[in-house]
C-alpha cells in the first residue's frame, strides 16, 4: 500500500507535453492523424482546448459530454472545482467521489468554451450516489460516484462505460482544470481556465499490480507493506513522460529498479499530458468500436515520483504538481460497472471490442463445457 501522504486529490487541469509529434503505435496511422491536437503540436496551454463539435477520430463533438463542476464544500464554505463525464441518457455524470462527497451546492456546464456553457444544470445533494466502497482513501480503487442532474441533458451525446481491463491501452485525457508546461518548475495555474484542455497518455498499470510487485520495503524512509485487501477495485496508473529525456520514463525505470512485471512506454512524444488540479473526476477515454467510452476516473496524483523512488536524472520540479516523470492515479471503470448500470441504466455500458467479445465467448465456452460435465456425473 503506498503511503497515503503521497496521494494529492486533484481539483482541475492537464500537464501539456512539448516538442516533435510522435507516432500512436497502438492507432492505426488513419486515426493517428485524427489524433493530433487540432490546433498543432506545441506547448501552449491555449493549443490544447477542446472546443465544441470538435472532432477526434472522425468523432464530432467527441469532448462535449465532458462535464465542468463548480461547488460550494460543506466542511469550509470555500469553492472548489472538478471535472466529470455525461453518461448516455443524459441524465447522470459520472466522477470522483471526493468530488462529491462535501457540498452544499453544485453547477455542472457543459460545452465551456471562452468562458461560456452552452448547457447548465444543478445537482442536489440528495442526488448524489457515493460508491459503497468509497471512504475518503485514495487509491483503493473507490474514488468514484454518480451525480444526478435536476434535468436531462438531450442535446448532448453521453458516454458509455468500458467494462474491460485496458492496460496498455492510450486514452485521450480531458478536464477542466488548472494548466502548465511539463518541463517548467512553475506552478499550475488558471490562466487559461475559461477553457476545457485535453492530452493522451497510457495506461501502464494497475496500481494493486504496482504495490503487490514492489511488495514490503522500505523506501525513501517510508515502510510500505502490500495488503490485496486494500484495493477493491482497480486505479489506472500512468506517468508523464517527456518527448526528449527517455529518464521521466518513471514507471518504466521504477519497474526495472524494483522487479516490476509492467511495462511503460516512452510516451507519446507532443500528445502526452498528465492530470492536475481540478481534473479530478474527468475521464480517461478509450476509443471502442468507432467510439469514446470512459474507461477511468481521474482520482489522484503523485508530485515528484521520479525524487521519490532516487531515479537519477530527473530532477523533480516541485513547484510544478504536474510535470514530467509525475504520477496520476485514475478509478477503472471495469470495477464499478454493474454498480454504474444499476443506478444509470445498462444503456451506459458499452459493447467489448470484438476480439475482447470472442475471447469471452470461448472462456463462457469452456465454463459451460465443465458445467455439463458435472451435471453428467
Not at 466502497?133 to 468500458?162: E, M
Not at 499550475?188 to 498499470?205: E, F, I, P
Not at 512506454?265 to 481540478?278: M, P, Q, R, S, V
Amino acid at each position: 500500500m503506498k503511503p497515503a501522504f503521497k496521494l494529492a486529490a486533484l481539483a482541475a487541469a492537464l500537464m501539456l507535453g512539448q516538442a516533435a509529434h510522435a507516432a500512436n503505435a497502438q492507432l492505426s496511422a488513419d486515426l493517428v492523424a485524427g489524433m493530433e491536437p487540432n490546433t498543432g503540436n506545441t506547448s501552449s496551454p491555449s493549443n490544447w482546448r477542446f472546443a465544441p463539435g470538435q472532432v477526434f477520430n472522425g468523432v464530432a463533438g467527441a469532448l462535449d459530454g465532458v462535464a465542468r463542476l463548480s461547488f460550494t464544500a460543506a466542511s469550509d464554505g470555500l469553492g472548489y472545482a472538478c471535472s466529470g463525464s455525461l453518461l448516455a441518457g443524459g441524465q447522470y455524470v459520472l466522477t470522483a467521489g471526493h468530488c462529491a462527497d462535501d457540498f452544499t451546492s453544485m453547477t455542472v456546464q457543459f460545452g465551456w468554451y471562452n468562458g461560456t456553457a452552452q448547457v447548465t444544470r444543478s445537482v442536489s445533494v440528495s442526488d448524489v450516489y457515493l460508491n459503497p466502497k468509497w471512504d475518503g482513501t485514495l487509491d483503493t480503487g473507490a474514488d468514484i460516484a454518480l451525480i444526478k442532474l435536476n434535468a436531462p441533458v438531450t442535446n448532448i451525446n453521453g458516454y458509455q462505460i468500458s467494462t474491460t481491463n485496458d492496460v496498455g491501452k492510450q486514452v485521450l485525457v480531458a478536464g477542466y482544470g488548472t494548466t502548465s508546461v511539463g518541463s517548467t518548475n512553475s506552478a499550475t495555474n488558471w490562466n487559461d481556465g475559461n477553457y476545457g484542455h485535453y492530452a493522451y497518455n497510457t495506461y501502464d498499470v494497475l496500481s494493486s499490480t504496482f504495490n503487490r510487485d514492489i511488495g514490503t520495503r522500505t523506501i525513501n524512509g517510508d515502510q510500505w507493506v502490500y495488503d490485496p485487501s486494500f484495493y477493491v477495485g482497480g486505479t489506472y496508473m500512468s506517468d508523464f513522460d517527456s518527448p526528449t529525456d527517455a529518464n521521466y520514463n518513471s514507471l518504466g525505470r521504477i519497474a526495472s529498479q524494483y522487479g516490476g512485471t509492467w511495462t511503460s512506454d516512452a510516451g507519446l512524444g507532443a500528445n502526452e499530458g498528465l492530470i492536475a488540479g481540478g481534473d479530478s473526476g474527468g475521464g480517461d477515454f478509450v476509443f471502442v468500436n468507432g467510439q469514446w467510452v470512459v474507461s477511468g476516473v481521474h482520482s489522484w496524483g503523485w508530485d515528484n515520483a521520479c525524487g521519490y523512488f532516487s531515479l537519477t536524472g530527473c530532477n523533480g520540479r516541485t513547484g510544478n504538481k504536474s510535470s514530467y516523470g509525475d504520477l496520476s492515479g485514475s478509478t477503472a471503470t471495469f470495477s464499478h460497472a454493474d454498480w454504474i448500470a444499476s443506478i444509470a441504466g445498462t444503456q451506459v455500458v458499452a459493447v467489448p471490442e470484438p476480439q475482447t467479445y470472442a475471447l469471452l465467448l470461448a472462456g463462457l465456452a469452456v465454463v459451460g463445457s465443465l458445467a455439463r460435465r458435472r451435471r453428467s456425473v
